[in-house]
């Protein structure tokens, strides 16, 4: 076996070496060939987005009026008080829900009303807020029960 004698005039330029270079591009081209069956292909979903809606005029948007039953027959109108949590007529709402009422017939725009009553509120006090309601003539009626967290 010879040995390696760094004073017998090779100055150690072994000059441009092709192997190691092949080894690197082909360790780079198996990476990338990995990597492309790991990509996911991307699919069409058939959908379709809503269009512009034409108008003949402007559009109003439609006030929304909340009504709130607490569990001590309390009743608000919009976060107001109505009446007395023992009325079973309830005058202030029948009348502020008739003069609602009128307002937005002469606006020509819908009258929306949500009930929310909490979960341990009476049904008697659900049957008052439906009559004053009815006096009123409001029929578009929407029930919901605030939930506790």
């Not at 082909?26 to 990597?35: N, Q, R």
């Not at 107001?80 to 949590?85: A, I, L, R, S």
Request: net charge negative; no cysteine; charged share 25%.
């Amino acid at each position: 076996m010879k040995r390696f004698d760094p004073s017998a005039g090779n100055d150690g330029n072994l000059g441009f070496q092709i192997a190691p270079m092949i080894d690197v591009v082909f360790v780079i081209m198996l990476f990338f060939m990995v990597m492309a069956g790991a990509v996911k292909v991307e699919r069409e979903l058939n959908s379709k987005l809503p269009a512009v809606a034409e108008t003949s005029g402007p559009t109003d948007f439609v006030d929304e009026m909340v009504i709130t039953i607490a569990e001590n027959g309390e009743v608000n109108l919009n976060d107001e008080p109505m009446d007395t949590p023992t009325s079973k007529d309830m005058p202030t709402l029948r009348a502020t829900l008739v003069r609602l009422k009128q307002a937005s017939d002469a606006a020509k725009s819908p009258t929306l009303v949500t009930i929310v009553s909490e979960p341990d509120a009476k049904y008697s006090r659900t049957i008052d807020v439906l009559d004053a309601l009815a006096v009123a003539q409001i029929d578009n009626v929407t029930f919901t029960v605030n939930e506790e967290e």
